[in-house]
Nanobody, 116 residues
Framework: QVHVVESGGGLVQDGGSLRLSCVAS????????MGWFRQPPGKEREFVAG????????QYADSVNGRFAISRDNAKNTVYLDLNIAKVEDTAVYYC?????????WGQGTQVTVSS
């Protein structure tokens, strides 16, 4: 069982940057593919980015490719998401989970609001 706690959300201006963090519990973190997901207001949750166990291979949704960066520190059981060149349409609650996501691993998420 993996439990995650997301943090780092907040208000950012259009074009700005923000770093999200996700700390996971358990001893299996370094063997798990990890991902970030988001749920915009009034919409379903969607995939944002995923990262291999080693951190060497990443995959991004088309909408964030080239602007966001996912990384991890296995020694700290932590996965990061750097939001760069933020856009108003990036406003959402951001979640981390294993990748693909497991329904029992969802945390509370962290709210990101991008203002114009």
């Amino acid at each position: 069982q993996v439990h995650v706690v997301e943090s780092g959300g907040g208000l950012v201006q259009d074009g700005g940057s923000l770093r999200l963090s996700c700390v996971a519990s358990g001893n299996s973190f370094s063997r798990e593919l990890m991902g970030w997901f988001r749920q915009p207001p009034g919409k379903e949750r969607e995939f944002v980015a995923g990262l291999s166990e080693s951190g060497r291979n990443a995959q991004y949704a088309d909408s964030v490719n080239g602007r966001f960066a996912i990384s991890r520190d296995n020694a700290k059981n932590t996965v990061y998401l750097d939001l760069n060149i933020a856009k108003v349409e990036d406003t959402a609650v951001y979640y981390c989970n294993t990748w693909p996501p497991h329904n029992t691993h969802w945390g509370q998420g962290t709210q990101v609001t991008v203002s114009s």
